[in-house]
């Protein structure tokens, strides 16, 4: 109970510190279970995709998050796996038993939608680096689930790299038409159009 008390009042003062909107341009808010694939510049970036969706949809959809940071302390920890329910993973050192992809499986075969930052770390600003390959391994794996891209805007404003507190800026997630691999693909090349579908967000 208090996990959700807490997660309601983490995403109301995200909305009142930034405004942040929802535009569903390629895509409505469906119960599909989905990946939606985001670009990458704030530590707020999970929490404000995940306080546009819907309440029904939040319940069934966890971030993706970096082991390194949100394991650093009994606060983070407790924020990232009970009131966000997010998957850590390695970002360095992969282990067998450790697997990103199969992690992330192993969610997705438990019905659970995924939000993921297929860059694998914050980018400066408002650039999108290259795509690392967990997006195509996991369009490869379970071809059912939608890949929605999504793009935050100003989030590096708001909470720029080493800043310890939020600044009130508005923002936005515009979220895509869902991409799929394509016959003959190859991983490099699925890559680069996933990239460019987000990119393509920010100026919709």
Not at 81 to 109: K, S
Not at 118 to 135: D, I, S
């Amino acid at each position: 109970m208090k996990e959700r008390l807490l997660a309601t009042l983490i995403t109301g003062s995200i909305r009142l510190l930034t405004g942040v909107q929802a535009r569903w341009i390629g895509c409505a808010p469906t119960a599909r279970q989905r990946v939606y694939f985001a670009n990458h510049s704030s530590h707020l970036d999970f929490i404000l995709l995940w306080s546009v969706l819907p309440a029904a949809l939040r319940k069934r959809t966890r971030p993706v998050a970096a082991k390194d940071y949100w394991a650093r302390s009994a606060m983070r920890r407790f924020l990232i796996y009970r009131v966000f329910r997010g998957l850590l993973i390695e970002r360095t050192g992969f282990h067998r038993e450790e697997n990103p992809v199969a992690i992330m499986i192993e969610a997705l075969d438990a019905g659970d939608s995924l939000i993921l930052f297929p860059e694998g770390t914050r980018g400066r600003g408002g650039e999108v680096q290259p795509f690392k390959a967990g997006l195509f391994h996991l369009a490869e794996e379970r071809p059912g689930v939608e890949l929605v891209p999504a793009f935050i805007d100003n989030a590096y404003r708001v909470m720029p790299k080493g800043a310890a507190l939020p600044i009130p800026l508005l923002c936005s997630v515009a979220f895509g038409k869902p991409v799929h691999p394509e016959a003959g693909e190859s991983k490099v090349e699925f890559l680069v159009r996933s990239r460019q579908a987000l990119l393509e967000l920010a100026t919709a």
